[in-house]
């Protein structure tokens, strides 16, 4: 398994995550044993948000464990705030929201700290320093080490910044080998392509130029779950055919091909597995360093369906 450290921290952590968005529909047991599977492949990142299944799933992972010191040390904890359910829902970046969730999210989690806590989408009734003054108590107070957002695109990271003393990290997006706009308009670049759009105000060059941590979050989803691309061979025959051969190439799975074309990536990007399935967790985790040639990994993008100009 690969490992990295996340720029501004002290934390060396695998670039594959396992993300606990489903868990609530495991028993303890189950959950226990995927946690375990997770750990056996080297991930030691685990990736959460206060809505997840209301809650629930952070209390799921807490009891499944019996978290207690020793446990809690070999692991990196992350989650997410900022999103509420209402009669539409609404995000809500207020100073006591941020407070009142992460003292929440730790009960649940049963533990005394977060490593990272992430702003979980945009909010456009966003105070800047009422955000950074969470973060400073968070912060002083020992509950939360370091910070970071997810789903933001560079001038809200900017403008949130201008405030918050303390360095944004990570920034989780969705990206997948079906689901490529981070590098779509800076492969096709002054072409009269529907590539050429820029919809994401380039976040994978500003994180790189900024040592942000990027997370790739559905990375087997196309566009907003919209359904999985691997063994989908009506919609995606091309690209089926290449991860086939090239899994047959590697001795492992399309899966692990799949999560091997995000890794490849030299920005260090983290994946977030959201599998409760055991052994698709193991051959997404192999996926971690498989040495894709550039002649490979760009064969892939144009069988996604991408054009090379």
Not at 4 to 29: A, E, H, P, Q, W
Not at 138 to 162: A, D, W, Y
Request: glycine share 6%; hydrophobic share 40%.
């Amino acid at each position: 398994m690969k490992k990295f450290n996340i720029k501004g921290t002290d934390l060396n952590v695998s670039n594959i995550v396992m993300g606990n968005m489903r868990i609530n529909n495991l028993s303890l047991k189950e959950t226990e044993a995927l946690i375990h599977t997770a750990q056996e492949s080297g991930i030691n990142f685990f990736d959460h948000a206060d809505i997840y299944g209301g809650g629930s799933c952070e209390e799921q992972f807490s009891k499944a464990l019996s978290m207690d010191k020793s446990i809690r040390e070999k692991m990196i904890l992350q989650s997410k705030c900022g999103i509420r359910r209402g009669a539409t829902g609404y995000y809500d970046f207020s100073k006591d929201h941020i407070l009142s969730s992460v003292d929440d999210i730790l009960k649940r989690l049963q533990t005394d700290y977060l490593d990272i806590l992430l702003l979980h989408r945009p909010d456009p009734l966003m105070e800047p320093d009422e955000v950074a003054e969470a973060f400073d108590q968070l912060h002083t107070s020992g509950k939360v080490r370091h910070f970071g957002v997810s789903n933001h695109n560079p001038m809200q990271m900017e403008l949130l910044q201008k405030s918050v003393n303390q360095k944004l990290v990570v920034n989780q997006v969705q990206f997948s080998l079906a689901h490529t706009p981070l590098i779509d308009s800076g492969v096709s670049l002054n072409m009269n392509t529907e590539n050429a759009v820029n919809r994401d105000s380039s976040i994978l060059e500003y994180s790189r130029l900024h040592d942000i941590t990027l997370q790739a979050w559905s990375p087997f989803q196309t566009g907003f779950f919209d359904g999985v691309f691997v063994g989908d061979t009506k919609r995606f025959p091309e690209l089926n055919e290449v991860l086939d051969r090239l899994a047959v190439k590697y001795d492992v799975t399309a899966t692990t091909i799949a999560v091997a074309w995000i890794t490849r990536h030299p920005a260090n990007i983290q994946v977030v597995l959201g599998t409760t399935n055991a052994g698709r967790l193991q051959e997404s985790a192999a996926g971690s360093d498989i040495p894709l040639t550039r002649e490979e990994w760009y064969e892939l993008y144009v069988a996604a369906g991408n054009m090379i100009p």
